[in-house]
T-cell receptor, first 111, second 113 residues
């Protein structure tokens, strides 16, 4: 079983739409969680960390459900510039020293 | 500006040759990582290092080698034993203190010709 699993998409949405991605992780002892954004042929960049209490940054909201071992990302009022692949990342390992990446969910925002 | 630098950006290798990918960071991070990404796939961990002079195999270490002689540097050698080396290689670093996020270099795109 993969450490982190995501729906690969693509999610094709119109501008202004609200879209949500989910991600599940297998290690219940995982300590830290993140969403990264990756543009085509570029390196991943941190979008936001995910806290137990949930967190919001502008149009983006991330939530963590430890009981069900899933993480979510909600994007409101989608912009064309939001088109990218969104990677779910979990920090696990014996000393919480390994980052495990989901395969990514591709988002296409259309005019 | 602090950051993490990978070089070269593009690299072409003949079959049977070893090549070394450079990764340097000036963020004073303890932990460094090498990942491989194939088209349409996620990142897979090759090697990681939590401290100078120590490193651990990741999930796909066969055919690769690393060294960590300095805190700032974590070079990756792709050896001739790696059967399918054509991929996008990403180096990352973090403070290595549990909750800290990872920062990535711009990547090296390796092609075997």
């Amino acid at each position: 079983r993969k450490e982190v699993e995501q729906d690969p998409g693509p999610f094709n949405v119109p501008e202004g739409a609200t879209v949500a991605f989910n991600c599940t992780y297998s290690n219940s002892a995982s300590q830290s969680f993140f969403w990264y954004r990756q543009d085509c042929r570029k390196e991943p960049k941190l979008l936001m960390s995910v806290y137990s209490s949930g967190n919001e940054d502008g149009r983006f909201t991330a939530q963590l459900n430890r009981a069900s071992q899933y993480i979510s990302l909600l994007i409101r009022d989608s912009k064309l510039s939001d088109s990218a692949t969104y990677l779910c990342v979990v920090l696990s390992g014996y000393n919480f020293n390994k980052f495990y990446f989901g395969s990514g969910t591709k988002l296409n925002v259309k005019p | 500006d602090g950051g993490i630098t990978q070089s070269p950006k593009y690299l072409f290798r003949k079959e049977g040759q070893n090549v070394t990918l450079s990764c340097e960071q000036n963020l004073n991070h303890d932990a460094m990582y090498w990942y491989r990404q194939d088209p349409g796939q996620g990142l897979r961990l090759i090697y990681y290092s939590q401290i100078v002079n120590d490193f651990q195999k990741g999930d796909i270490a066969e055919g690769y080698s690393v060294s960590r002689e300095k805190k700032e540097s974590f070079p990756l050698t792709v050896t001739s034993a790696q059967k399918n080396p054509t991929a996008f290689y990403l180096c990352a670093s973090s403070r290595g203190q549990g909750a800290a996020e990872a920062f990535f270099g711009q990547g090296t795109r390796l092609t075997v010709v």
